[in-house]
């Protein structure tokens, strides 16, 4: 007990102290030493959750988890959630840390917490999760993880050491994930997209009914995504206010959560009205006359996805402004690029401004050479980047950053007045 009372109150010191020099949300730090006091500190505060939710896979993580969160909190429960996408263990500690009392309690009804791939392994089973749910396995941080198979393989391990009692919900449109179910003991939910499933590479559509099934009805604005979902024999029009197929996925997942704890299918049409998007999954931000748009992007497939969700969009008078980093969160390899479909740019036949920005942004820049592109301005330095793109683009700004450029990106708008720090918002 007295481990654990002293690690918390290092944690808190910790976090506030980075709150008051301004050195972040203070959502890593005091989890890592506050670990090293009591590594055992996870498991110890969670038993004080009533329930717990982990959420894992390459892409949607964190918008799923705050849809899930949403809808929970709408329903008047307390909710406490990694918000700030901090999704390692230290990450984990530092919400738990700086929610709980001194002596460890917890007053919350849920737990949601979205896990890194490698760290669900590790992490998901001192959470010991009532409800897992697994989005996807994608090709993503080669120098991490390796290829998708040592990802699932892993997953497997894992799965197979959590309780009976855990509920899975999987995406069975990644075949991928059968492979990690295996080892399961548990209940089984399948979900899934009708007419326009995501497929990882190598995999093939499937056509077996899935347990809760989507079907998008409308994707023609940015704004929003007119969804029809399918469960228990009933259907259901919802709308949507994110756009792509992947937050179709998103939200599936979290609407399948959200009935199986009973929450009114009607409610959770209503709360949509009141959701907003995590920062830098499609964030929107107004400078002067200026409307900017920034969605996440860090693998091959969802960048593919956001290209083709914003491809539609884009006129001759907008900037396309790509932000590259290979930092360690961001994964040092970045031949991924060289995977995404760029190409599907310069065959609409608009054409747009080109800003590439980040540590490797001669390496995006050859990419989009490659692409047919051929004006690019590079600028390595993202505020200088970003003041450029202000001035070429006489429209839309749309920004696709990678996580760590993300995160600087998200200093400078804070700097120049335009957005709060994310863990304020």
Known sequence: MLKTVLAILLGKSIFTLSRILKLGGGYAAPGLYSLKVEPDLITKLVDHQSKNIVITGTNGKTTTAKLISHFLKSSDNKVIRNSSGSNLERGIASYLVSHASLIGN????FGVWELDEFAFNS???????????????FRDQLDRYGEVDNVIQKWKQTLGKLSDKTILIINQDDSTLDKAAESFKGRIIRIGLKGSQIVGEGQTKTTEKPDYQAEILNSSTLEETMVQIGFNGAHLDFQLPLPGVFNAYNFLASFTLAYLLNIDPRFIKDSLKTFKSSFGRFEKFKIGDKEGNIFLIKNPVGATQVLQTILPHLTSNDTLFLALNDNFADGTDVS?????????????????????SGSRAADMALRLKYADIEEITVEPDLIKAFDKALVKSEGKLFILPTYTALIELQKILVAKGIKKEYWKE
Request: no cysteine.
């Open 106 to 109: 917890l007053d919350y009804d």
């Open 123 to 137: 992490v998901a089973p001192k959470i010991k999760p009532d409800v897992v749910i697994l989005l996807n396995a």
């Open 336 to 356: 991924w690029i060289w995977d995404a479909e760029f190409e599907m740019l310069k065959k609409r036949g608009v054409t747009p401004k080109f800003i590439s």
